[in-house]
């Protein structure tokens, strides 16, 4: 029993653990803001906004 929660606790520890804070939603933001300056100098093609749309998706 003592090596399950030994096992367990740690994984629900980190689980628990996804709640944005404030630095993480500022840290977003500018790379948001990256890349869109990116994407005026060197705008993406169909594909790579395929695959921005699937992350935003799964993200």
């Known amino acids: ?3 399950t ?3 367990v606790l740690p994984l629900v520890a980190v689980a628990a653990c996804h709640k944005e804070g404030p630095a993480e ?3 977003e933001s500018i790379d ?3 890349q869109s300056v990116k994407d005026a100098i060197d705008p993406p093609g169909p ?3 395929a695959g921005r749309a699937i992350d935003r998706t799964v993200n």
């Open 25 to 27: 939603r500022a840290g």
């Open 5 to 7: 929660a030994v096992l």
């Open 47 to 49: 594909a790579e906004k």
């Open 1 to 3: 029993m003592l090596r």
């Open 32 to 34: 948001k803001a990256g």
